[in-house]
């Protein structure tokens, strides 16, 4: 955790979870834009690394362009842009839904950087005392523990071939496909190895071995939780409510 903001995991979550929600129920640009600036002024306050979040965000380029042109093929609204003859390929209207789609994922992005501020151990504590049994909890903060290790297999697998000499953005598509699928089978069957062992080491150290357990760690929320847990719901709320009914 950080130094300056000792916070209870909890209260990350119910700030993390009022975000997202915000990024998914609004619908307007300028709405999404004044939350995302909101989002990245709570990550900065947790000291969280924007640049890397940054850098996230840029793969979805590819992603924004494409959203834009098939939302511009099968709208007839906004004012044309782009087009071959009679046919649309770009208009203000797929623009328009592309931005609100890059909005909302980094909304997303660097809303759950703040979650990362915590430790695993205090995340799966947080969701036990709000009564969520412990296995659950135990296996979402086992996902969250082995996604990024899993897009490092990725990253190494990618950066092993292009350490050969073979320039992957410059293979026809057909053959992407096929090297792709030569990268993802070996990297799917280590994580399943993985995934085993995990279990056998589980059941070795004894896991639900009782009904009941208890834990050394016992996590207290402080008033200054309690407070931004307050702000946070109200400020959720009555965003919502205005955006309704405006």
Do not use: H
Request: contains cysteine; positive net charge.
């Amino acid at each position: 955790m950080t130094k300056e903001l000792e916070f209870d995991p909890r209260t990350k979550l119910i700030i993390v979870m009022c975000i997202s929600t915000l990024g998914i129920i609004i619908k307007d640009s300028l709405s999404l834009f004044l939350i995302l600036i909101l989002t990245i002024l709570i990550a900065k306050l947790f000291k969280i690394n924007l640049k890397r979040s940054f850098k996230k965000t840029k793969r979805l380029l590819y992603v924004v362009i494409l959203i834009a042109i098939i939302q511009s093929i099968f709208s007839t609204e906004g004012r044309i842009l782009l087009s071959a003859g009679n046919f649309i390929i770009l208009n203000t209207t797929g623009l328009a839904k592309s931005m609100q789609f890059i909005l909302r994922m980094m909304i997303i992005i660097f809303s759950v950087t703040i979650i990362a501020t915590s430790n695993s151990r205090e995340i799966v504590q947080g969701f036990v005392q709000w009564g969520l049994p412990y296995d659950i909890a135990f296996m979402v903060a086992l996902g969250i523990r082995f996604l990024p290790l899993l897009t490092e297999e990725i990253k190494d697998s990618l950066i092993a071939i292009q350490l050969r000499g073979i320039e992957i953005n410059n293979i026809p598509i057909r053959k992407r496909i096929s090297l792709y699928s030569y990268i993802f089978t070996p990297i799917l069957v280590g994580t399943i190895l993985k995934a085993e062992k995990l279990s056998i080491a589980i059941e070795m150290r004894g896991f639900r071995a009782y009904d009941n357990r208890t834990s050394y760690l016992v996590l207290k929320m402080s008033k200054i939780d309690y407070l931004i847990i307050s702000i946070s719901v109200f400020f959720t709320v009555f965003s919502i409510v205005f955006y309704n009914f405006r």
